[in-house]
């Protein structure tokens, strides 16, 4: 019954910063995996980066350096610091709870352009 809601997203330049958020509706302190995908048009979605429920963090090759995953279980909430952003970065990001369910968001909008 969890429900993910993303936020953050929007209009930005190369070289620039956006920070996602991902609010629950509930805890997620049960969810081993939380992560951050993206599909951008006429491509498959594909995971951004993923942190589990003891820190351990992961990140695409594409984003390594550039992008932080945080997760905050009082708050209930995952985020996707993104620095140095780059116009192949333009997708729609989707946050997921992994467990013994999964549970998807209904995605945010970043588009990188000059």
């Known amino acids: 019954q969890v429900q993910l809601v993303e936020s953050g997203g929007g209009l930005v330049q190369p070289g620039g910063s956006l920070r996602l958020s991902c609010a629950a509706s509930g805890s997620i302190f049960s969810f081993y995996l939380m992560g951050w995908y993206r599909q951008a048009p006429g491509k498959e979605r594909e995971l951004v980066a993923s942190i589990t429920n003891v820190g351990k963090t992961n990140y695409a090759d594409n984003v390594k350096g550039r992008f932080t995953i945080s997760r905050d279980n009082v708050k209930a909430s995952v985020y996707l610091q993104m620095n140095n952003l780059k116009p192949e970065d333009t997708a729609v990001y989707y946050c997921?709870?992994?467990?013994?369910?999964?549970?998807w968001g209904q995605g945010t909008q970043v588009t990188v352009s000059s």
């Open positions: 997921r709870a992994e467990g013994f369910s999964k549970i």
